[in-house]
């Protein structure tokens, strides 16, 4: 993944997937498959540093930064492991922390847009215009 790139679901749910040490999610809200990605990881907070938190406001899902089946399935996991959800009202902007990693996004209204596709050829300008990076993902070499 370059250094400006395109946030979506997958790109979220891989580096949760990746996670070793920790995971940080802080955004708005939360869509069904990335809920269901950090809920795998709850049960491993012996051995995994995670911290969640989300806008608990229903605007959240009504503009459609994330979905209520989301936030349900968050919620859910959380009560089964002992897990607390943090929250932020008025939380707008996405960052992921993984390891080492720092991913932070712009996160698509979903009633309004599209969410950009992280496996959009970054190369091509056609395409490149409807996968515009809506991210910024560092890590110990950011240029990798």
């Known amino acids: 993944m370059s250094t400006f790139c395109a946030v979506d679901d997958a790109a979220l749910i891989d580096l949760i997937h990746d996670a070793r040490k920790r995971i940080v999610f802080i955004a708005p809200g939360v869509h069904e498959p990335v809920a269901k ?3 795998k990881r709850f049960s491993e907070v012996d051995d995994l540093d995670v911290t969640v938190v989300l806008d608990p406001d229903e605007d959240v899902c009504r503009i459609g930064y994330g979905d209520a089946k989301g936030l349900e399935l968050v919620n859910e996991y959380a009560k089964q492991h002992c897990f607390w959800v943090r929250s932020q009202p008025g939380l707008r902007v996405g960052v992921l922390l993984v390891d080492d990693k720092t991913l932070i996004w712009s996160p698509t209204p979903r009633s309004v847009e599209a969410p950009p ?3 959009a050829p970054q190369h091509d300008s056609e395409e490149r215009k409807s996968a515009s990076p809506n991210g910024l993902l560092l ?3 950011p240029h990798k």
Do not use: H, V
Request: charge should be neutral.
């Open 37 to 39: 990605a950090l809920g």
């Open 117 to 119: 596709s992280s496996d």
């Open 139 to 141: 890590g110990k070499n």
